[in-house]
C-alpha cells in the first residue's frame, strides 16, 4: 500500500501535513481531522516517531518562525514547539478532543536525535544554543560581513550635521545620533513606534542637503517608501526600484554601482 504514494511520503509532503495539524488543533472537529492526517502518514509507513517526521516538524518550525521574523529559534523552544505539532493536545482542549487516541510518546531523545541528524546533514546549524536553518545561517553571516565592510569603509564625502540648523526642534537624544550619522560610515537606527526616529532622518535628509550631498531614500515595500517620501519631503523609492531588480530576470541586469553619497 505504501508503494502507491511513492513520492507522496517525502519530507515535503510531511512538512505541510504537519503545518495542517498544528493549524487546525483548536476545536474538536479539527483535532479529529488532525488525527485524520495523522493516521494517514501512519498508512504509508511514518508512524508518530518516525525520524522523518520529527524532522519535517523542526523544519517547519524554524520556517514558521521565519515568517514572523525570527532568524532562529532556541534549541528548547524548537523542541517545545515540534513536540506540540507531533501530537501534544493544546491547552485547554475540550473533553472531546480527549476522547481521541492519544499519539504513542515518543522515545527519549527522539527530538535531539532528529535535530542532530538534520545538523549532520548540513540543513540546520546549532550555535550558542540556537538552531538556524542553513539558509538563514548564511544569510546571517553575510550581512554580518557586510555590515563590517560597510563599517570600515572610506566615505567619500562626509554630511557636516549642524543641530542649530535643522529646520525643527530635537531632543537631546536626537541630536546625538545625527552626530553618531556624521562620525560612522555605517549606523542603524532603532528604537519602538513614537521614538523619533522619522524626526531623525528628516534632519540628516535636511543637513545632508544643506552639505550638498545627493541622498537616496529606499524602503521595503511602496506604501512605506511613499511614507518616507512624505515624512522626509525627499523622493523614496523601493530596494528593488533602485536596484532594478526584475523578479526572473538575469543576474547581470541588477544594479551593482549607486552613484550616490
Do not use: W
Not at 522515545?107 to 536553518?133: F, K, M, N, Q, W
Not at 524626526?199 to 542637503?209: F, H, K, N, Q, Y
Amino acid at each position: 500500500e505504501a508503494k502507491k504514494f511513492g513520492e507522496a511520503r517525502d519530507a515535503t509532503v510531511i512538512a505541510e501535513a504537519s503545518a495542517i495539524e498544528y493549524d487546525l488543533r483548536h476545536a474538536s472537529f479539527f483535532a479529529a481531522l488532525r488525527q485524520c492526517l495523522s493516521d494517514l502518514l501512519c498508512a504509508v509507513g511514518i508512524p508518530a516517531d518516525s525520524p522523518r517526521r520529527i524532522e519535517a516538524a523542526l523544519r517547519h518550525g524554524l520556517d514558521t518562525a521565519v515568517d514572523v521574523g525570527h532568524c532562529y529559534l532556541p534549541a528548547a523552544e524548537l523542541a517545545q514547539r515540534t513536540l506540540s505539532l507531533l501530537g501534544a493536545l493544546p491547552q485547554g482542549a475540550s473533553e472531546a478532543d480527549s476522547n481521541l487516541p492519544a499519539p504513542p510518546p515518543l522515545p527519549p531523545h527522539a527530538v535531539e536525535d532528529a535535530l542532530e541528524a538534520l545538523i549532520h546533514r548540513a540543513e540546520v546549524l546549532r550555535e550558542d544554543g540556537c538552531v538556524y536553518s542553513a539558509r538563514m545561517h548564511a544569510i546571517e553571516v553575510e550581512l554580518c560581513r557586510e555590515v563590517q565592510r560597510l563599517a570600515s569603509a572610506q566615505r567619500r564625502r562626509v554630511p557636516r550635521i549642524d543641530a542649530a540648523k535643522v529646520p525643527f526642534a530635537l531632543a537631546p537624544l536626537q541630536s546625538q545620533a545625527l552626530v553618531e550619522v556624521e562620525r560612522s560610515p555605517f549606523s542603524i537606527l532603532t528604537g519602538g513606534p513614537g521614538t523619533g526616529k522619522t524626526t531623525i532622518v528628516r534632519a540628516l535628509v535636511s543637513a545632508s542637503g544643506q552639505s550638498g550631498l545627493d541622498v537616496r531614500l529606499v524602503a521595503p515595500t511602496g506604501r512605506a517608501a511613499k511614507r518616507l517620501s512624505e515624512a522626509t519631503s525627499h523622493s523614496a523609492s523601493t530596494v528593488h526600484r533602485l536596484l532594478e531588480l526584475r523578479p526572473g530576470a538575469d543576474e547581470p541586469q541588477r544594479r551593482t554601482q549607486l552613484e550616490t553619497d
